[in-house]
């Protein structure tokens, strides 16, 4: 991820999340990669950008803080290849866990944790807002 996929980025956020993240949040991720990996997913044919990950990893221990797809490219499959992305690079990095705070609400991503191995680890209480809920923190040991 760079400056300039912002604009797509952004959009993508907006159109995904009820809370979304600012651009300020997504710059201070983009100028720190001493612990931030901030990605984007580029359409092959289209050159645009269809999705977004970032996460952070310190030592054995990685943290997914937002992930995205367009939703006119939502159910191809693209967040689960990014995740496995993510999960190699982790693993390459030297991961041992990597962990993620998820809505109770959004099934769609639950069942794509749960599908790449991911297990309960708890629960933050009010974690989120807008609407209020409270999140499930999930993780995977490599």
């Known amino acids: 991820m760079e400056v300039a996929d912002l604009t797509s980025v952004l959009e993508i956020e907006r159109a995904s999340f009820p809370n979304p993240w600012h651009e300020s949040t997504f710059r201070g991720e983009i100028y720190h990669r001493s612990i ?7 359409h092959a044919t289209l050159n645009k950008v269809i999705g977004y990950v970032i ?11 937002n992930i995205a797809v367009h939703p006119d490219f939502r159910r191809l499959g693209i967040g689960e290849a990014v995740l496995r992305q993510v999960i190699e690079m982790v693993r390459l990095r030297g ?13 769609a991503a ?4 749960r ?5 309960m680890m708890g629960v933050r209480q009010g974690y989120y807002t ?12 490599l």
């Open 36 to 42: 931030s990996f901030p990605l984007v997913v580029v």
């Open 130 to 141: 807008n609407p209020a809920e409270d999140a499930f923190v999930l993780g995977l040991h």
């Open 110 to 113: 639950l069942n794509l944790y």
């Open 115 to 119: 599908k790449l191995g991911f297990k």
């Open 55 to 65: 996460f952070w990893q310190v030592g054995e221990d990685a943290q997914i803080n």
């Open 95 to 107: 991961g041992r866990l990597i962990s993620l705070e998820v809505r109770p609400s959004n099934t």
